[in-house]
């Protein structure tokens, strides 16, 4: 009775390994593919589509007797040639150094299991709904151990990178040895970040004018105040196209006629209106890297249409978007620049003093907030 439980336990554990010697193997040599971290700054020039990069996966299917060794590849079609990453990316497999039982082989795409490959060759590109097969003088074969190797590509439209925040793509397909009985899951990711552009302002965006008399203001209508100069710097780590917006911290406190281009001076102690100012760029005296002028450009949306580039100086303005172009007349939108730096000129205009509280000291208030946009 005592020996009875050593040689149950025996009896499963060759029945087991008896059963196990029995299937077939699917493997791969890195089942997670990773295109990497991007951003626009990458891309030095714009294009319909970006390629994110290749990465090669060894694939292996392994059988203790001679199986028909069909692979199809289950993933989402994006077209006849590639496979979707996700909605603003695609995909393509390209199979080659094909070995069958420690020979190589070509290897055949088909359209359906058991029909005759469509094409064949030492190297194909995996198409969507089709199967991999080894063929041997183009005729399919079956064998014990089938090694392939598969270069996957991935690409990315144009405004996959226009992202505000980190985003990842995720996906991933099948391979499935329809006869061996095994399959095995391919996963793909990539990772997008926004652009690396970092503004700057002069003297920590602080403009002073000093305290003034009220013996050189007017009484009883407005006094413009001298032109105070504010330069802005953006640093990007290659060359991207953006544009810059101002929006207004203190809205609703700017004096005059409503206007997108002027910014409150805040509010005196009865919550009487200050003034306000508009920074003006000038493309004169705006610099870009090597090139020789810049030109003024606008748009509504930071997309077409964008206005003629022009040499004419402009405010900055809350709703509409303010790039540089190298080229005047041009309609197609700021260009890729690295470093800008541009001296801009901030105008302000006081209440006339008539309106405003002068029973304590009037502090001037104005903030606003420099956004820079990728585009």
């Not at 009896?11 to 951003?39: H, I, V, Y």
């Not at 409150?264 to 200050?274: C, N, P, T, Y």
């Not at 249409?305 to 709703?319: D, L, V």
Request: proline residues 6%.
């Amino acid at each position: 009775m005592g020996l009875k439980p050593v040689l149950l336990s025996l009896s499963l554990l060759l029945g087991a390994n008896a059963w196990g010697a029995d299937e077939c193997q699917l493997n791969l040599s890195e089942p997670t593919l990773d295109f990497g971290l991007m951003n626009r700054a990458v891309a030095l020039a714009p294009a319909a589509e970006r390629l994110l990069g290749e990465r090669r996966v060894r694939l292996n299917l392994n059988c203790p007797n001679a199986t028909d060794m069909s692979l199809f590849y289950r993933g989402l079609a994006a077209g006849a040639e590639r496979f979707r990453f996700t909605e603003r990316g695609s995909y393509s497999l390209r199979v080659s150094d094909a070995v069958l039982d420690g020979q190589s082989v070509e290897v055949g795409l088909l359209a359906a299991s058991g029909q005759p490959p469509v094409s064949m060759g030492t190297t194909l590109h995996w198409r969507p709904e089709h199967g991999i097969v080894p063929l041997r003088g183009g005729v399919p074969v079956s064998g014990r151990n089938l090694s392939l190797l598969i270069e996957a590509s991935a690409w990315a439209d144009e405004t996959a990178s226009r992202v505000s925040d980190a985003v990842t793509w995720d996906t991933s397909g099948v391979f499935d040895a329809i006869h061996a009985g095994r399959s095995r899951a391919l996963r793909l990711q990539a990772r997008f970040a926004p652009a690396a552009c970092t503004p700057s302002l002069s003297n920590g965006g602080t403009v002073e004018f000093h305290k003034l008399s009220v013996m050189d203001l007017n009484i009883d209508q407005e006094t413009p105040l001298r032109a105070q100069p504010v330069v802005v710097s953006v640093t990007c780590d290659a060359p991207t196209r953006f544009s810059l917006r101002l929006q207004d911290n203190r809205q609703g406190s700017a004096t005059g006629p409503a206007d997108e281009t002027t910014y409150g001076l805040g509010l005196d102690a009865k919550q009487q209106k200050i003034g306000r100012y508009r920074l003006l760029f000038d493309p004169a005296r705006t610099t870009a890297d090597s090139l020789p002028q810049l030109y003024r450009t606008e748009s509504p949306t930071g997309a077409l249409p964008w206005s003629s580039a022009s040499a004419g100086p402009m405010a900055i303005g809350t709703s509409r978007h303010l790039g540089f172009s190298a080229s005047a007349g041009s309609t197609s939108g700021p260009e890729a620049i690295q470093t800008l730096n541009a001296t801009a000129s901030l105008e302000a205009v006081l209440a006339p003093l008539g309106t405003l509280d002068l029973g304590s000291e009037v502090r001037l208030d104005g903030a606003a907030t420099l956004e820079l946009n990728y585009l």
